[in-house]
């Protein structure tokens, strides 16, 4: 089983990354899969999530507009796009997976800092 996150790094105020997680080991495309963050000093937090056939989405308020979550079940691979992002971005993020009552995985986390 694994989790794998890429794409993260530094980036100025206004800025765009976009994240992957490449996932093996268990059936992704029924897996619910999400992106979380963890900044210094704070709680976990989720930021997106998007279910098993992609026909649903969520966000968390802080990056409705700027984020968006996605998919692709064919190469086992889910995606963060990040634009305008913020200094208050900045933080370690993680990828979910999530079947209930099956499993529940998470990746390494990858690191996002938002600085000029």
């Known amino acids: 089983l694994q989790l794998v996150e890429s794409g993260g790094g530094l980036v100025q105020p206004g800025g765009s990354l976009r994240l992957s997680c490449a996932a093996s080991g268990f059936t992704f495309s029924r897996s619910t899969m999400s992106w979380y963050r963890q900044a210094p000093g704070k709680e976990r937090e989720l930021v997106a999530v998007i279910t098993s056939d992609a026909s649903s989405t969520d966000y968390a308020d802080s990056v409705k507009g700027r984020f968006t979550i996605s998919r692709d079940n064919a190469k086992n691979t889910v995606y963060l796009q990040m634009n305008s992002l913020k200094p208050e971005d900045t933080a370690t993020y993680y990828c979910?997976?999530?079947?209930?009552?099956?499993?529940?995985?998470w990746g390494q986390g990858t690191q996002v800092t938002v600085s000029s």
């Open positions: 979910r997976a999530r079947r209930i009552g099956m499993y529940d995985y």
